[in-house]
């Protein structure tokens, strides 16, 4: 299996410029359906991430925090904020093999690649490139980054079967709000039909935004049009093992 990456990619951001990642689209060998992908999101307490994203909450204070892998309440503050890319990842796991690693797990996984850089001003990423390393050598999933992908691409995709890990501004969780931007958070997009696209959002602070739908012209609002499409086969493919 081999991870394909267009040439023009390097010459355009590596990293999504907030705390959550771009945009990503996995290939399933059967068909499937919106309500089968499970809703996980990068906090614990769903029912507490208003407070989180909204209220100035700190999300160590969240009473479920052992179930992200964490091994203290600080090392979950510090990095479920910037996980959204990896619950999207626990989605699509979880999809395909029924069940999928904790988030902290897959942090650190991803991380190990490269795909996060602890930098004295912070966290940073999500790199797409080394994501797909990872994604390809712990998951047997093949990745290919798509820095450019307008929303005629985005439905063709959806319509071909596939779901997209897909870059949008965070405040897509109220969107009959002007769209403040573009970019900077990840969601997963099910599926799209009559113009309505379908998506899982892991900082959805209502089980409404958690399971969103939106027209697709809306969604675009919100959209900063990158990704990385992944192809999941029939049979899982052995991890590559180095040394």
């Known amino acids: 299996m081999t991870i394909a990456i267009r040439p023009r990619y390097r010459a355009v951001a590596l ?5 959550c990642p771009p945009v990503m689209q996995i290939v399933f060998p059967l068909p499937w359906t919106f ?3 499970a809703a996980f999101t990068q906090f614990m307490s769903a029912d507490r991430i208003a407070s989180y994203v909204y209220g100035g909450a700190d999300p160590g204070d ?4 052992r179930r992200s892998g964490a091994r203290t309440r600080e090392e979950y503050s510090r990095w479920c904020r910037h996980a959204c890319g990896m619950a999207c990842l626990r989605m699509l796991l979880h999809h395909r093999d029924g069940h999928a690693p904790p988030l902290l797990d897959l942090v650190y996984g991803c991380r190990a690649y490269g795909g996060y850089r602890e930098e004295p001003e ?3 990423g999500l790199y797409y490139a080394p994501f797909a390393d990872y994604a390809r050598a ?8 798509h820095p ?3 929303l005629g691409e985005l439905e063709e995709l959806l319509a071909a079967g596939r779901m997209v890990i897909a870059s949008v501004h965070p405040e897509i969780r109220r969107p009959e709000r002007p769209a403040p931007g573009r970019g900077g958070h990840l969601v997963l997009v099910t599926g799209a039909a009559d113009g309505t696209v379908r998506f899982n959002n892991p900082s959805g602070h209502t089980e409404k935004s958690r ?3 939106l027209p697709l012209a809306r969604f675009g609002d919100f959209f900063a049009g ?3 499409s992944v192809l999941a086969p029939d049979t899982r493919v052995a991890p590559e093992r180095v040394g």
């Open 15 to 19: 990293v999504e410029p907030c705390p």
């Open 35 to 37: 309500m089968q992908v």
């Open 62 to 65: 969240d009473p479920l925090w």
């Open 122 to 124: 912070g966290i940073k």
């Open 138 to 145: 712990e998951h047997g999933l093949t990745a290919e980054v």
């Open 148 to 150: 450019l992908m307008d």
């Open 211 to 213: 399971r969103a739908r």
């Open 226 to 228: 990158r990704g990385i």
